[in-house]
Every structure is written in structure tokens, then in C-alpha cells.
């Protein structure tokens, strides 16, 4: 085979293998448009595409000999430079696969890692990309992919560059441990950040879901961000964590991540566990849900044994289900009596996301409280930490020279304000007898 120049792959071929013995989960036409949407995304042309049946993979090709021969013609005839499986292939299966076509092959796996490439924008961001793709590399070198060489680049290979390709084992895994160090060293600056965090009592919101399910849609609503949503797969890598800007909340962070998939890659969980990791921290996960997909429920189940892997599943949860604008008006009414605990939006709109608001802040701070406090004048260190926090309204000093102060705040916190000697909630109407 030719070797192949990155610029040059666009026009690509989709073979979308309907194995019985694996496909059971989603519906099939589904699984396929998802399919197609992320070689859309991966920015390559479709030229065609097949859906094929088998009972079950086949050890050398994983396509079956009577498959492959239904569609040597149509594949050698056609102008296609590159033929993408939805499905995780050995190197040897897709070694065999470029040989029966002579033309490049790629799998699920290594589509997605690509597509990862393409969209990392932040230094860990990349870093995480190119571990995982190396650790893929790695398990393809030791099966002995000699013809590596003489597939500089391309589609599935971008972002270490083509030096890795050339380079040996040895080399390969001296740059898996480089980028294992400063990952380390990233992620311990997160740590801090975290720490900072924590002391200034902001509460941490984390929105995930399903890859464009609309995270980042509702979290620039929710920040007044502009981050880039799009009807992409994986438009978002990088987490981004951004103050509320709502005056109805208490002092919230919000957290945009990664979005999920069915069969993500194992070398790119584990690569991305450590910014995963940050979810841990979260006080609520926001799992967005695109309630429009008929395959909503499968895909929360999905998401759910992501968390669970990464060891979330204890944190509280809401569910929002998102994109209600597309969804039948009956329909939604009775989706929402059903679910009564679960959310419903279209983060598209521009609406004040009350019922959202108002679970979030019975969820994380147990209710908000919202009105007048009185401190003793030694309390200062107490006053300044309310400031931080974004908590105080308004400001008054008492005709005895207390504080008082007009805050929102969560119930649980101000619990722990009252247990001081010298803090005490005022009614509204005592502010007028006691201000000067
Ligand atoms: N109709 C409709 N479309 C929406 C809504 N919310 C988001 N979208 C669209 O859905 C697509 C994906 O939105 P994003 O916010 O990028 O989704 P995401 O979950 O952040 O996706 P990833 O970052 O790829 O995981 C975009 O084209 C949005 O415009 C909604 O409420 N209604
Ligand atoms: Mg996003």
C-alpha cells in the first residue's frame, strides 16, 4: 500500500457491521447515524457506506469471507481512500482488512482517538490525547504492525506525529512515562486549585452526559460563558469551570466535561481519568440527558456506568432532560408528571431554568435562606468571608453598632454560621428599629 498523505484522506468509506452476538443494546438505525455523525466530526467526506449482518466476528478480518466478497467491487470501484468500522478491530484483523482492500482501515477506536486529536485545544487536553493514542500505538507495536512505517500520519494517527511512527517500543514507552510525569505535575496544580476551592466554600455543579446531549449549551446559559456547543461529537475536551451568574443561587461553580459514549475507548478513559477525577470533588452532577433520542435511556445508563467507573456514583444526581422543545407537548406532560423529581428544559431557550434552579440549591445547600443577620463587631474575619463568598446583599450597622447584614445563603452553611456565638438571624421588620 502507498503511503498516505494526512491532507489528502477525506473521502471515506463507512462500513457499519451489524454483528448480532454484540449489537444488542441500541437500536440499530441509531447506532448508525451516531456512527455516521462521528466520522462527520472527524471532518472526512462520505462517499458511501453498508450496513452488513453477521452472527458473530470473524477471528482474522472480523468481516466474513462472504461479507468482504459482497463488497470487494463496490469498495476497489469506488474512489473511497479510507474505510472506517464501527467496531474495535485487533492490528492484525485491521492489517488483514488493508490487505484484502488495499486501502487504509480504521476502527471505532482509533476514529475516536482521532477525533480527540483534533479537538484537544488546552496543554493537558493534548497531553491525555497523545498518551492515549501512544498506549494504543504501543499494544499495535507489539503485535508486530511492521507497515507502520509506511503510513506517515493519516486519519487515526494524528497528533503524536509522524516521528512515533517510526520510532520503536523503547522510545514509545520513554514518551508514555515523559507524559505521565507532566500530566502528574498538571494535576497536581488542579489540586490546588481544588484546595482554593474548597476554602472559599464554593460549591461545585458538574454537568455530564452523553456526548451532545447539550452540556455545553445550558452551562453557558447557566455562566454567561460562550463556549463552543455544536451539533458535533466530542465538541467539548477540555473541562471548564465558571462562576453562576445568577443572583438566585448561592456562591456556585459550574463545570462543563467531556462528553460520553458507547464503547469509548479504554486507553482514552484512562488517559482522561485524572481530569475525570476532578468530578469527584463535584457536590452535584448534572447528568444531561437529550430526551428528544429515542435511545435517551440507554445512553443514561451509559453515562452511568462511566461515573460508576469512575467512582461518582455516590454523589447526588439530577437528572435534566434536555431539548423538551422537540419533544410533543403531550408527550412532555406526561413525562413530566411521571418524573416529577427529574428536570426538564430546552437549554436552547432563553428561560430562567427556575425548576433547575430551585433543585439545585435544595440539593447543595439544602435550601436557600435569604435575609437579615446580625454580628457582633468582632465577627469581622466572619463578615469578609460572606464577601467572598458573594453571599451579602446589602449592609446596615445596628443603633448598638452590630453588624447586619442582608445575605443568601445556604441553609446548611448558615447552620454552621449560627452555631457562633454572636451570629443571629434578624427579622425584616426589627432592621428598621435596630439600623441607625
Ligand atoms: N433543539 C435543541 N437543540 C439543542 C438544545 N440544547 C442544545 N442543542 C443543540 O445540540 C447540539 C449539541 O449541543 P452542545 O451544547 O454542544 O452539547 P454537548 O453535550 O456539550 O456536546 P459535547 O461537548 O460534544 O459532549 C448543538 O447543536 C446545540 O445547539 C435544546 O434545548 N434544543
Ligand atoms: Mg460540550
Redesign the pocket.
Known amino acids: 500500500m502507498n503511503s498516505v498523505d494526512v491532507n489528502e484522506i477525506k473521502k471515506a468509506f463507512l462500513l457499519f457491521i451489524n454483528v448480532e452476538s454484540l449489537n444488542k443494546k441500541t437500536k440499530l438505525e441509531n447506532a448508525f447515524d451516531e456512527f455516521e455523525s462521528l466520522v462527520v466530526s472527524s471532518g472526512l467526506i462520505i462517499h458511501g457506506s453498508k450496513c452488513l449482518k453477521q452472527t458473530a466476528p470473524v477471528i482474522n478480518t472480523f468481516i466474513t469471507k462472504g461479507n468482504l466478497e459482497n463488497l470487494k467491487n463496490q469498495i476497489l470501484q469506488s474512489d473511497v481512500e479510507i474505510i472506517i468500522i464501527n467496531h474495535e478491530l485487533s492490528a492484525s484483523q485491521t492489517r488483514n482488512l488493508e490487505k484484502f482492500f488495499n486501502k487504509r482501515v480504521i476502527d471505532k477506536t482509533e476514529l475516536i482517538l482521532d477525533i480527540f486529536a483534533t479537538r484537544a485545544s488546552s496543554h493537558i487536553g493534548k497531553l491525555q490525547v497523545e498518551l492515549a493514542q501512544l498506549k494504543h500505538l504501543s499494544t499495535r507495536l507489539i503485535r508486530g504492525w511492521t507497515h507502520l512505517e509506511r503510513q506517515k500520519g493519516g486519519i487515526g494517527l494524528r497528533g503524536p506525529g509522524e516521528t512515533q511512527l517510526e520510532t520503536d517500543r523503547r522510545l514509545i514507552n520513554k514518551r508514555i512515562k515523559r507524559l505521565n510525569q507532566r500530566l502528574e505535575k498538571s494535576h497536581k496544580q488542579r489540586e490546588v486549585n481544588r484546595y482554593s476551592r474548597k476554602k472559599s466554600r464554593n460549591k461545585l455543579v458538574a454537568l455530564v452526559?452523553?456526548?451532545?446531549?447539550?452540556?455545553?449549551?445550558?452551562?453557558n446559559k447557566l455562566t454567561e460563558s460562550s463556549q463552543?456547543?455544536?451539533?458535533?461529537?466530542?465538541?467539548?475536551l477540555d473541562s471548564v469551570t465558571r462562576k453562576n451568574k445568577d443572583p438566585k443561587h448561592g456562591p456556585i461553580l459550574f463545570s462543563?466535561t467531556?462528553?460520553f459514549i458507547s464503547d469509548l475507548p479504554t486507553q482514552l478513559v484512562e488517559s482522561f481519568k485524572a481530569t475525570l477525577d476532578e468530578l469527584k470533588t463535584a457536590d452535584l452532577l448534572l447528568h444531561?440527558v437529550?430526551s428528544?433520542d429515542v435511545d435517551y435511556k440507554i445512553k443514561i445508563k451509559e453515562v452511568n456506568n462511566i461515573l460508576n467507573d469512575i467512582g461518582v456514583m455516590n454523589i447526588p444526581q439530577i437528572i435534566v432532560n434536555?431539548?423538551?422543545?422537540?419533544i410533543d407537548a403531550s408527550k412532555l406532560d406526561i413525562l413530566k408528571f411521571k418524573k416529577n423529581e427529574q428536570v426538564f428544559?430546552?437549554?436552547?431557550?432563553d428561560n430562567e431554568f427556575k425548576d433547575l434552579r430551585a433543585k439545585i440549591n435544595n440539593v447543595i445547600f439544602n435550601g436557600v435562606y435569604q435575609g437579615w443577620i446580625s454580628m457582633e463587631n468582632n465577627m469581622g474575619n466572619i463578615r469578609s468571608s460572606l464577601f467572598d463568598m458573594g453571599c451579602v446583599k446589602e449592609e446596615k450597622v445596628s443603633k448598638c453598632g452590630k453588624m447586619l447584614a442582608k445575605i443568601k445563603i445556604g441553609n446548611d452553611e448558615l447552620d454552621e454560621l449560627l452555631d457562633l456565638k454572636g451570629f443571629e438571624l434578624c427579622a425584616d421588620e426589627d432592621i428598621l428599629l435596630k439600623s441607625i
Open positions: 452526559g452523553y456526548t451532545n446531549a447539550g452540556k455545553t449549551t445550558l452551562f463552543l456547543a455544536e451539533d458535533k461529537l466530542f465538541a467539548t462543563d467531556v462528553g444531561i437529550d428528544h434536555n431539548k423538551c422543545d422537540l428544559i430546552s437549554a436552547q431557550d
